[in-house]
């Protein structure tokens, strides 16, 4: 596939249960151009990737119609987690399930004069109840029930019967296919026996009615269905916060005029206006004024953060108590907001491992299940002649309602998306399944040390010159060259001079070193300032006499060859680093550090934080080597760093879990981004990953093991022991129930403990 390869998000519209996502994903893959394609049941969407040089759009959407679904390309304003019919169509579903349940109602109470005769302790009680009902004729009653049985068919099943129409027309099959046939067959069975009822008795069958189970097996899956779109609604409601975030509207200074515009309309660098009490509309860097701003839902830190001149204002969150004014930074898409956006239904569409299962399970599922109500009519009539027909026949629709594709399909994705929007709520991004599942199983986490297990935002303590230098000329030096740096301790070099009032110059023919340091040249000379593995490849010899503080960070600084002196500069411990690392044990993790930094500031840290392992004065290379040596253990290995200099590191590591930085998102290497970068996130991280996985077996186990047991006892396995028949109506319900049971164990995610 060509590296301009596209990626769209296709609306897709007509599913009703695992086989049918199946059936659009191998639709969609075997469409000319198409590298790969992921169906999500929860929110009827496909993701697929192309070549806009072989395939267009028009055509994937086209594929999908021809695999009996629909499609259409995305609305420019429609939001990314959520139709905007859902609530129309959740209210339709409950009118017509609660009407249709309640005329089975009617139905089974009109049926009873036909079922029963008039000797039975039942009957008599109910003739005493109902004594008008046993003075209908027979004949009415039949009619009666065949004309509500068919408007109640027409009304409430014709998307279930369409859809199974349509799958057929395109040679596959689905749950409205096993609803379907049921039905139907329970509707012209029961037709047959209204109309000539002669011709079951002349061949010793008994003329039997199913009318009030057609409608109540139709009312509760239509009850289902509505109970499963309600609990979709919840699952998805973590994710739908963050896309109703910014507002509508922005005001921006215009014309040296106030004037509000759409949200759209904002461009980069306007000057926009917040009051107190408003959300954030774009990001952007405060220009005036003072306030505090809650960026709970988009960071997951609980306590308002104070914002003053310079600072950056992160869009969807919400100005406190102060008015501000501010330059727009981050648009639309490129936004931290819209970053997030993408990021978490980007993992909503990808499949997490376990899912596969389920996808082979669902693609042969229907067919089989088919095929067993056919093996199961043909046993019956051969091992109960006595009843023949009869009894066969209401077997096999209770094989047919009763399995349920649906559970399977919703197993992995509802469990994946709850934790997704419970992550996102706590700052933490996870990428998709396979990332939530490789994180559930790890054993061993490594750190970064510099901005990972310290603030990332060390402080030069001691400027030490060699001989002939001064320490101010050798400050100069340092902050010329790492002026341009986006290293913390460039930054701690920078901040220094600058508050001792130090003139700097200008750095040309700058070269970042990764993991060692920085050259250039300043006045017309080479300086070099990094490591002690730097001054070694440049061949500068270091003094004997250096002997730093234990907790110290060096930066050695050279010009021309020659060694001219270093900076000692220190850093904290992150809050809670200790604590973290007390919990990470707790749950049978290992910790270590891999670090660029010296062996003494690195074992500093970690006794400090409790860490069980040290490896220190490592190149990115090296980072790399360390992770593949504990993998070859047979480690499970979690890497936590930065993402820029650990990016290696993060991707070879089974789960990696990058420092995120806000508009730094969507350069991250990992598997997750933690964006406070608090070490407690890492342990929050792993526990809700173990939690998901679990509820993904649970919720798989349900799902298969309900068909397991439902099928054969819907076949009649229960008679030969206890005597007793599961009847098609219970099977419906219970039917409905697997899918519901399966979303609301999903739920458990949102309020479990972390």
């Not at 993408?342 to 229907?366: C, Y």
């Not at 998709?432 to 790890?442: D, F, N, R």
């Amino acid at each position: 596939m060509a590296n301009d390869s596209k990626t769209i998000t296709l609306p897709v519209t007509g599913m009703s249960c695992a086989a049918c996502q199946v059936h659009v994903e191998r639709a969609l893959r075997e469409t000319p151009g198409v590298s790969a394609a992921q169906v999500n049941l929860m929110n009827h969407r496909a993701r697929i990737t192309f070549d806009p040089a072989i395939a267009q759009p028009e055509e994937l959407i086209d594929a999908v119609r021809e695999a009996g679904y629909d499609a259409a390309l995305p609305a420019e304003d429609a939001a990314p987690m959520h139709d905007h019919n859902d609530a129309s169509d959740a209210g339709t579903l409950k009118t017509r399930a609660f009407a249709t349940v309640a005329g089975g109602g009617v139905a089974m109470l009109l049926s009873m004069p036909l079922m029963h005769g008039r000797g039975s302790a039942f009957d008599r009680v109910m003739m005493s109840i109902f004594p008008w009902l046993y003075q209908i004729p027979h004949f009415v009653l039949a009619y009666t029930l065949l004309l509500m049985t068919l408007i109640g068919m027409f009304w409430a099943g014709w998307p279930i019967y369409r859809g199974a129409f349509k799958a057929a027309r395109h040679g596959t099959s689905n749950m409205n296919t096993l609803v379907s046939l049921g039905t139907i067959s329970a509707f012209l069975y029961s037709a047959a026996a209204t109309i000539d009822p002669q011709v079951f008795t002349r061949h010793g069958l008994r003329p039997e009615l199913y009318y009030e189970s057609i409608l109540l097996i139709l009312g509760f899956l239509l009850l289902g269905k509505w109970l499963e779109a309600r609990a979709k609604h919840r699952t998805l409601d973590a994710l739908e916060a963050f896309a109703k975030m910014q507002p509508e509207t922005a005001r921006v200074l215009r014309d040296s005029s106030e004037v509000e515009i759409p949200l759209a309309s904002v461009q980069s660098g306007d000057t926009v206006l917040v009051r107190p009490g408003e959300r954030i509309p774009v990001d952007g860097v405060v220009v005036t004024g003072t306030s505090s701003v809650d960026e709970s839902l988009v960071t997951g830190e609980a306590r308002p953060v104070p914002r003053n001149p310079g600072d950056r204002l992160i869009g969807g969150s919400v100005n406190y108590d102060g008015a501000l004014t501010y330059r727009a930074t981050s648009i639309g898409a490129d936004s931290v907001l819209g970053q997030m956006l993408r990021l978490m239904e980007d993992a909503q569409s990808a499949k997490a491992p376990m899912q596969q299962l389920a996808d082979r399970v669902s693609a042969i599922f229907v067919p089989i299940v088919l095929a067993l109500a056919v093996l199961t009519f043909v046993l019956w009539v051969w091992l109960d002649p006595a009843e023949g027909v009869s009894r066969a026949f209401a077997v096999a629709v209770t094989v047919l309602v009763i399995a349920c594709p649906c559970a399977m399909g919703l197993a992995v994705p509802a469990a994946l998306t709850v934790a997704i929007g419970r992550g996102a709520r706590m700052g933490i991004l996870f990428k998709g399944g396979e990332s939530v599942e490789c994180l559930a199983h790890v054993d061993t986490v490594v750190l970064d040390k510099t901005g990972t297990l310290t603030t990332g935002k060390p402080q030069i303590t001691t400027v030490v010159p060699a001989s002939e230098w001064s320490a101010t000329e050798v400050l100069s030096i340092a902050a010329s060259l790492e002026r341009q740096s986006e290293h913390p301790l460039a930054h701690a070099v920078l901040q220094k001079a600058l508050s001792d009032g130090i003139a700097l110059s200008t750095a040309s023919e700058l070269r970042a070193i990764p993991g060692k340091g920085i050259t250039g040249v300043v006045d017309r000379h080479s300086v070099a300032a990094g490591n002690a593995a730097l001054m070694l490849d440049l061949g500068i010899a270091l003094p004997s006499t250096i002997n730093s503080n234990a907790t110290a960070t060096i930066l050695h600084i050279a010009v021309d060859g020659k060694y001219c002196g270093h900076l000692e500069a220190e850093d904290a411990l992150r809050s809670g680093a200790k604590e973290a690392m007390h919990e990470l044990h707790a749950l049978g993790v290992k910790t270590m550090i891999l670090t660029g930094d010296n062996m003494q500031a690195a074992q500093h840290i970690a006794q400090a934080a409790g860490i069980d392992q040290v490896k220190a004065e490592l190149l990115p290379e090296a980072k790399l080597a360390a992770i593949r040596e504990l993998q070859s253990e047979g480690r499970k290995v979690a890497m936590v760093g930065d993402g820029i200099n650990d990016a290696a590191a993060l991707a070879q590591a089974d789960a990696g879990l990058a420092i995120g930085t806000g508009t730094d998102l969507a350069r991250e290497a990992g598997d997750a981004i933690l964006l406070r970068g608090e070490p407690q996130q890492i342990v929050d991280a792993i526990r809700l990953a173990r939690q998901t996985v679990h509820v993904m077996r649970q919720n798989l186990g349900w799902a298969l093991g309900y068909n397991v047991v439902g099928i054969p006892v819907a076949a009649g396995a229960l008679y030969p022991v206890l005597g007793i028949f599961l009847s098609p109506v219970i099977a419906s319900a219970a039917m409905a129930l697997s899918s519901v049971s399966v979303l609301s164990n999903s739920l458990r995610l949102r309020s479990s403990k972390i």
